[in-house]
């Protein structure tokens, strides 16, 4: 757990406590495709699963603090920060066509959630194919991902 700093820690704790929804102290894979899908992130029973599979050290098929912890250092932090990435973009879509000026793009990700620099936001764009003009965020939280 040492790749995770005090405040994520801290995050990480409150998380287990409202994931863990009949206060087990373990998290079931219900309880964490409902609480995933709770925070509007799309995913499948099978990837929920998998999920659990990666971290599941001691094998047993639910997720005890530590292998939760683990999961949040290894998916969950950046599955959250799409998560509110997204409802930014969202917010500055004014009229919902899915798509944001790449300048407001450019904007976001400097200045929001964990801010990228100039150099690395080129790079975002390069790898998308991002010009001047709209650009369609529904595809970016799989690129930021990987
Ligand atoms: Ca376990």
């Given at each position: ?10 995050e990480c704790r409150k998380l287990f406590t409202i994931f863990d929804v009949n206060g087990d ?49 290894d998916h969950l932090g950046s599955m959250l920060n799409q998560e509110k990435l997204l409802s ?59």
């Amino acid at each position: 757990m040492d790749s995770l700093t005090k405040d994520q820690l801290d995050e990480c704790r409150k998380l287990f406590t409202i994931f863990d929804v009949n206060g087990d102290n373990k998290i079931s894979s219900r309880e964490l495709g409902a609480a995933l899908r709770g925070l509007r992130i799309n995913i499948s029973e099978a990837e929920v699963r998998d999920l659990i599979t990666n971290v599941d050290t001691n094998q047993n098929g639910s997720l005890e603090f530590a292998e939760f912890c683990k999961l949040y250092a290894d998916h969950l932090g950046s599955m959250l920060n799409q998560e509110k990435l997204l409802s930014t973009l969202a917010a500055f879509d004014k009229n919902a066509t899915g798509s944001v000026d790449s300048q407001e793009l450019r904007q976001i990700l400097t200045t929001q959630g964990e801010p990228l620099t100039e150099a690395e936001v080129d790079e975002v764009f390069r790898d998308a194919g991002i010009g001047s003009g709209p650009f369609e965020y529904k595809n970016l939280a799989n690129l930021l991902l990987t």
